[in-house]
């Protein structure tokens, strides 16, 4: 065993923003972390592939939970995180007046209730939208995250904290030991710890697969965003269209571009993964994936909304696999999945589900820890 292997006693599966946080909490409380990654860098996957949105509680006026947590934790966000906060553009949420789920008068009374501050949109704006489908159009208060700058954090916030982090290596099970864990790697190695964090998201289920215990019940989807330059007329502009099989366009700052993505076309392919059955790999389901772009879909129904959009520039799409909570089904919520596996408790599973859910999993980890001590 080596110095690094007998001083630690927690091992984090997965270097993403969520293992990445989870470290520095539980150092801070007196533990000795290690993050072991399967890639070679930290924030790769889905904290480097999304939208960049710090929610503001807009997204999900159908739960409450959601929205509230959402408004309550985007002031903080916004200042821990200051450096990789980029907020000079404006945010436009607009409601359709054909298959939404809410009216326009309910968004208003909901966005009134959790405190997220609505103005009626200026003519120039609310004149981009097409009247016949757009309900209504207000300027909302959200900003996006550069994930190239919030990686350089995590990255520095580990180093200072003195957390090693093993690169290019997977966890591949954890098993009940005489006093506590062992972790298996895929170099071979094994470790001995008190706690094992699975904070591999899209690979939950990898990790109790390869340990012998039951899946979470967990859905995979296939997402691409598009990669977009906006015409000129849209420069400076974000909008979100509620709240159904609408589209969105968000700043993507690590690439100075522009994310458009479509709650109809986005997704090319979504599976679920159950108790009783043999998790499918999703990097490999990924991997094998051809990629051929829905962009054109995409614009194609967006520009009904917003005609200038119809001068888009496709430049690229980045693609990840997106995990959710089945429950997101019924009112598009996004709970924090925080469990101490049932079989093997020194095991707990998180998923964030978005990236201001950080705030919430440090609450449950002093729950944890309390239970533990
Ligand atoms: C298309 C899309 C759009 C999104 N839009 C937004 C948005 O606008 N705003 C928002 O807040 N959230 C958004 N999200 C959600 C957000 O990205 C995630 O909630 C968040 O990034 C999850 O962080 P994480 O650290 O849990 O996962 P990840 O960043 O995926 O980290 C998990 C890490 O575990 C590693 N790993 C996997 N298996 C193993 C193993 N066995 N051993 C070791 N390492 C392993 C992976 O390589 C990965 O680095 C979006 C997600 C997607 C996919």
């Not at 996006?144 to 916030?157: G, H, K, T, V, W």
């Not at 965003?225 to 993507?252: N, R």
């Not at 095991?347 to 309390?370: R, Y």
């Amino acid at each position: 065993m080596t110095p690094t292997q007998k001083s630690i006693n927690v091992v984090i599966a997965g270097g993403g923003f969520f293992g990445c946080s989870i470290a520095l909490m539980l150092q801070r409380r007196g533990l000795r972390p290690l993050v072991v990654e399967a890639e070679d860098e930290l924030l790769t996957r889905a904290s480097r592939v999304n939208q960049a949105r710090v929610h503001g509680g807009y997204h999900y006026p159908r739960s409450l939970m959601t929205a509230y947590r959402s408004r309550h934790n985007y002031e903080r966000f916004r200042s821990v995180y200051r450096e990789a906060i980029v907020d000079r553009f404006t945010k436009i949420y607009g409601v359709s007046r054909l298959f939404s789920k809410v009216t326009a008068s309910q968004f208003e009374v909901f966005m009134k209730r959790i405190g997220a501050p609505l103005k009626q949109a200026p003519d120039r704006i609310s004149k981009l939208f097409n009247p016949t489908l757009t309900e209504a159009v207000w300027i909302a208060e959200e900003c996006a995250f550069d994930c190239s700058l919030l990686r350089d954090r995590c990255r520095r916030d580990l180093e200072n904290a003195g957390i090693p982090i093993r690169f290019g290596t997977r966890v591949q099970s954890a098993e009940k030991a005489a006093d506590g864990v062992v972790v298996r790697l895929s170099d071979g190695s094994e470790l001995p710890a008190t706690l094992v964090i699975n904070a591999t998201y899209s690979g939950l289920n990898l990790l109790t697969h390869g340990s012998h215990l039951p899946p979470i019940p967990l859905k995979q989807e296939l997402a691409e965003m598009a990669l977009i330059q906006l015409p000129e007329e849209l420069d400076g502009l974000s909008v979100t269209m509620m709240c159904g099989p609408f589209f969105s366009f968000m700043p993507y700052p690590s690439r100075g571009l522009t994310t458009l993505s479509h709650v109809r076309y986005t997704p090319h392919l979504q599976w679920f993964e159950k108790p009783g059955e043999i998790p499918i790999d999703p990097y490999e389901r990924f991997s094998l994936l051809k990629k051929q772009s829905h962009f054109e879909y995409m614009l194609s129904d967006a520009s009904r909304y917003i005609p200038a959009l119809r001068n888009a520039i496709h430049c690229d799409s980045i693609w990840e696999v997106k995990t959710l909570l089945p429950q997101t089904e019924v009112d598009d919520g996004r709970p924090i999945l925080f469990r101490r596996d049932p079989m093997l408790p020194a095991l707990v599973h998180v998923m964030g589900g978005k990236i201001d859910n950080i705030f919430d999993v440090e609450d449950e980890i002093d729950a944890i820890l309390a239970s533990t001590c």
